[in-house]
């Protein structure tokens, strides 16, 4: 149990375009959903918070205009990097928690190129 | 400010036992995570410690001493699978976690 799923799991785009991620809980509600940024050789860096129904909650220095989140429903969370430059290029990881459990369930990480 | 500290790389010989520490200072503990991650793969749950002591694994085991805010991940029987990042989290009093910078582990024939 406990799968979380992303798509795309890779994705090329132009500069200047949006591109949106999609994080879903498969098999259970996920009350809080983290996106995460990874640039290589680089631990995991938490871009935001979301419950949901309610506005993301961002971290310090992560641009909320331009990375896009949207939790929607207990079972999908939506990351949108809109006007995509090359230095958004990374490995964007969406992990989900459910209220009944202390684990945070990864899925499997979407990497953007932006050219 | 919040810390956790991991050694950058280390390196063992498949058959062997190695053992990863991690220092953290937070504000608030609720509890610490290890996570394994290969290389291009998100990361993947191993080890969950709330209370003081030795948790065990199979393979794995993962130590808390609160008191001195230390944490170590126990890998026995190394096999050449095993090479990947290890990544110590710990969860602070707003449920946020705190991310270690990783430990790369290599394993040698």
């Known amino acids: 149990g406990a799968v979380v799923s992303q798509h795309p799991s890779r994705v090329i785009c132009k500069s200047g375009t949006s591109v949106k991620i999609e994080c879903r809980s498969l098999?259970?509600?996920?009350?809080?959903m983290f996106w995460y940024r990874q640039f290589p050789k680089q631990s995991l860096m938490l871009m935001a918070t979301?419950?949901?129904?309610?506005?993301?909650?961002?971290e310090q220095g992560v641009e909320k205009d331009k990375f896009l989140i949207n939790h929607a429903s207990l079972t999908l969370s939506t990351l949108t990097v809109t006007s995509a430059h090359p230095e958004d290029s990374s490995f964007y990881i969406c992990s989900a928690r459910a209220s009944f459990d202390y684990e945070q369930y990864f899925g499997p990480g979407t990497r953007l190129t932006v050219t | 400010g919040q810390n956790i500290d991991q050694p950058t790389e280390m390196t063992a010989t498949e058959g062997a036992i190695v053992q990863i520490n991690c220092t953290y200072q937070?504000?608030?503990?609720?509890?610490l995570f290890w996570y394994q991650q290969h290389a291009g793969e998100a990361p993947t749950f191993l080890s969950y410690n709330v209370l003081d002591g030795l948790e065990e694994k199979g393979r794995f085991s993962s130590f808390l001493s609160r008191s001195k805010g230390y944490s170590y991940l126990l890998l026995k029987e190394l096999q050449m699978k095993d090479s990947a990042s290890y990544l110590c989290?710990?969860?602070?009093?707003?449920?946020?976690?705190?991310w270690g910078a990783g430990t790369k582990l290599i394993i040698k024939p």
């Open positions: 979301s419950n949901e129904g309610s506005k993301a909650t961002y």
């Open positions: 937070t504000s608030g503990f609720n509890g």
């Open positions: 098999d259970f509600q996920a009350t809080t």
């Open positions: 989290a710990v969860r602070d009093s707003n449920y946020q976690l705190i």
